[in-house]
């Protein structure tokens, strides 16, 4: 009988001992510097921007001959009046146009960290101040002389693109490259100094691609910064710029008699078609907020 009450005392004990030795739920082990989840973030930099334009000119001279009895009178008589078109010239050049300035942004992205490597999709928008102006003479920028004049400006422009880097401790190495866009207004003006000039603005978005590398670092757990370079082509277009005219006037009195006075007019009228391509190199800045993955808890 005693025994059996001792061994009624003792098991409660013993099944406390194993209740209390009962392993705990594993917490995960969060690493600090882990790549993995969405983020946002702004960026500003400069950036270095050429606009590079080749042009055909064609130039057409006409010479309006007439001759007039009593020119200087208040009513002279025309006798007669002949027009003859002369041959065309074509003149091929080119200009490059530096178009620098400084930008400004936000970009937004999510990495996916696989042990040392990071694989990434991002996307940004800029608004940039770059802008920048060119004007080529045929025969030197003198009074007569046939000149073409752009002035580009970049409004904005966008990215979307792919990242894939490697890490060293807190520090992200990568590469990054994919599609590019932007808003591109430009102004022509055509024909002689010191003369009518045809003017043309277009305003056009265009599609082209870029690639680039960065280093982006953890300030703290959910901040980072980074240092990024991009090149982006935007493509070539192409704009018509044409009609402007310039005419110089000889009067000969006396020809070609004595009383008879002689007018010539001679006009040039150019038509000009531009090609552009434009490139951009970027160096810029950001800082980034990455929000915490939801983390993965066993539950028993």
Known sequence: ??????????????????????????????????????????????????????????????????????????????????????????????????VNGALGGLQAGYNFQSGRFVFGLETDFQWTGQRGDTTVCAIGCVTGSAFTTVDHKLAWFGTGRGRVGVTVDRYLVYATGGLAYGRINSDYAAGFIGGAAALLSTDRTRVGWTAGAGVEAFLTRNWTVKLEYLYVDLGDYGDQVGGASATSTVILQNTPQTALTRVIDTTSTRNTAISTGFTDNILRVGINYKFDPTPVVARY
């Open 1 to 98: 009988m005693l025994a059996a009450v001792a061994a009624s005392a003792v098991m409660p004990a013993a099944y406390a001992a194993d209740m209390a030795l009962k392993a705990q739920p594993m917490v995960p082990v969060v690493d600090p510097w882990n790549w993995t989840g969405f983020y946002v973030g702004g960026n500003v930099g400069y950036s270095w921007g050429r606009a590079k334009s080749d042009y055909t000119d064609v130039t057409t001279t006409s010479v309006r001959t007439r001759d007039y009895r009593g020119f200087t009178t208040p009513q002279p008589t025309l006798l007669s009046d002949t027009t003859v078109v002369g041959a065309t010239t074509t003149i091929f050049g080119d200009a490059s146009t530096n």
